[in-house]
């Protein structure tokens, strides 16, 4: 990528990523672990539980480890004539949205979004393979970066 930007262009999603993406995993897990040590105590397999609670706070802290790589692997450059989104742990994905094709941009927040002060842009274009989508975003940036992105998508699309 020659004439990507460079690494200090790249912005970053905000950290209420993380805490996010790490209990929707770590919950459920956390209490299925939980419980079925609680049961097998119950049961009279003491040894078996802690063994349980022991695997599954390994594998919590797995899950922790990969949510952090997922939220570094996340992020977006605007360039002169497009933007670019990465994202991607194992597979890497860098989709480039040209200013031009760009039909409309959206801002979108769902209750916990609101709570934490983060909200998602999702771009539209003529082809859905090339939507992108930027989540996690502060409410004030998702806001610059909507007004921006309508402004060079009309005057790129004006220049066609």
Do not use: C, K, N
């Amino acid at each position: 990528m020659a004439d990507g930007p460079e690494q200090d262009q790249w912005r970053g999603l905000h950290p209420s990523a993380r805490t996010v993406w790490g209990l929707a995993g770590a919950l459920p897990a956390g209490a299925i672990g939980l419980g079925g040590a609680i049961g097998l105590f119950l049961a009279g397999l003491a040894a078996v539980a802690v063994t349980v609670v022991v695997v599954a706070g390994g594998f919590g802290a797995l899950w922790w480890a990969l949510v952090g790589r997922r939220w570094r692997a996340w992020g977006y450059a605007e360039r002169e004539r497009d933007l670019m989104v990465r994202h991607g742990v194992l597979v890497r994905r860098l989709t480039i949205v040209p200013y031009g094709r760009m039909q409309f941009v959206d801002v979108s927040q769902g209750p916990l979004a609101r709570a934490l002060g983060v909200s998602t842009v999702q771009l539209h274009t003529a082809a859905a393979a090339t939507d992108a989508r930027i989540p996690f975003l502060p409410d004030d940036e998702a806001a610059r970066l909507r007004d921006r992105l309508t402004a060079l998508g009309e005057a790129h699309a004006a220049g066609l």
